[in-house]
């Protein structure tokens, strides 16, 4: 069916690294999407969303590349810290659609 | 300027009650979503109001309903809970309908024993 999946469930790095977050899509009417980070115990955090007219965007430390050929979505963050630890959703929306739609997951875990 | 505030933010519920919870989307945004949060589930759309008017739903049993208020406070109440109905439940605001630029609350966690 149409999902938004995750590749990689977890992802470590050590803290300074460079961090990739990979996010597959099947609807390739989907036009919108959004990276969220959720803490524990916390509402997912919004950081950052491209629209399809884009191939990549960027904010502060965080870069997200939109490949519309293969349908993938990738989240960057440069110079990892540890309080970038957390679990990481991609989310897509298509038009007509009133609703984000989710994927699992990827928990990156970040050692000092 | 606010964020979306979630209430109450535990609740610990026994089968069969019912549960009403709140929440009150950032000043000026007209569209709140909810959604139920499970390990196994992920994020799973519930509802979307916008303009006090339900847009969409998602595959939840009728159990499940919502509202919105003028002032574009929402709320979703469950009845007979089950086990099951044990979650994170999430609200989201919008400035618009369409899902875009959507901002989480902290939650509701549910326990339903």
């Known amino acids: 069916g149409e999902s938004v999946g995750l590749h990689l469930p977890t992802l470590s790095v050590q803290e300074g690294d460079n961090s990739i977050i990979n996010c597959a899509y099947s609807?390739?009417?989907?036009?919108?999407f959004i990276w969220y980070k959720q803490e524990s115990g916390k509402g997912p955090q919004f950081i950052i969303d491209i629209r399809s007219n884009m191939d990549k965007r960027q904010g502060q430390r965080v870069t997200v590349l939109l490949n519309k050929t293969v349908k993938h979505l990738s989240l960057q963050i440069a110079a990892t810290q540890p309080g970038d630890s957390a679990v990481y959703f991609c989310a897509e929306n298509r038009p007509g659609y009133s609703t984000l739609t989710f994927g699992k997951g990827t928990m990156l875990l970040v050692s000092p | 300027k606010a964020g979306v505030t979630q209430t109450p933010r535990y609740l610990i519920k026994t089968r069969g009650q019912q549960v009403t919870l709140s929440c009150s989307p950032i000043?000026?945004?007209?569209?709140v979503s909810w959604y139920q949060q499970t390990p196994g589930q992920g994020l799973q759309f519930l509802f979307e109001?916008?303009?006090?008017?339900?847009?969409n739903k998602g595959n939840f049993p009728g159990r499940f309903s919502g509202r919105q208020f003028s002032n574009s406070r929402s709320e979703m109440n469950v009845s007979t809970l089950e086990l099951g109905d044990s979650a994170l439940y999430l609200c989201?605001?919008?400035?618009?309908?369409?899902?875009?630029?959507?901002?989480f609350g902290q939650g509701t966690r549910l326990t339903v024993v």
């Open positions: 609807n390739s009417a989907s036009d919108y």
């Open positions: 989201a605001s919008s400035l618009e309908t369409g899902g875009t630029e959507a901002f």
């Open positions: 109001y916008f303009s006090e008017t339900q847009r």
């Open positions: 000043s000026g945004h007209r569209s």
